[in-house]
C-alpha cells in the first residue's frame, strides 16, 4: 500500500568535507559539526545534591546559513551507569556576519529559548535574549550557554536563572567527537 522511501537526496553534513557544502557564514563553526559524547556534573541550589550525567550533542548542516542542533541527556549513578533519560533539547543556530549567532532552542519540558552571542576563536558565547514557557514549565528566566572547542575537546558550560535564583553555574561537560 505504501510505496518505500527513497534515499534522502540530500542528506545534512555532519563533517565540513561531506556534501552539501557548508555555507560561508558557518565558518566560525565549522568545528563543531559532528556527534559529540561526553560527561558532564551539575548542581543548583533548588537540587537536593549534585549530580553526574552523560551527555550527547550533534551540529549539522543542510548548506543553509545555520546549523541544526541537538543535545541528549541521562542521569548516571554513582558507577556511571545510565539511571533514566534527562535533558533533551533541539533547535537551529543561525550564523550571522561577523560570527554573531542567534540560537532557538525548545525542550520538552515546556520552555523555548531564543538566545544571541557570538561565535569566534573555538568559542559561541550564547546568553538569553527571551525565554517563553507553557503554562505548566518551571520557571526559567534566563540562560548563558558556552561551548569551547580545544583541540579534540568540547567543553560545555550552562549558567541559569530558574524559580527565583538569579544567574549561576548549573552544567559543565566534557564532551569528545564521535568516531
Known sequence: MFDAVPENPYPDGLRPDRAPAPHALLAPVLGLLGTWHGRGQGEYPTLAADFTYAQEVTFSHDGRPFLRYEARAWLLDGDAAPLRPSARESGWWR????????????????????????????????????????????????????????????????DLAAVGRPLQHHLRAQLRRKA
Open 95 to 158: 550564523l550571522q556576519p561577523d560570527g554573531r549567532v542567534e540560537a532557538l532552542i525548545t525542550q520538552p519540558t515546556g520552555i523555548a529559548e531564543i538566545s544571541v552571542g557570538h561565535a569566534a576563536d573555538g568559542t559561541v558565547d550564547l546568553s538569553t535574549h527571551q525565554v517563553a514557557r507553557t503554562p505548566t514549565a518551571k520557571e526559567v528566566d534566563a540562560t548563558r550557554r558556552r561551548y569551547t572547542l580545544a583541540a579534540d575537546t568540547l567543553t560545555f558550560v550552562h
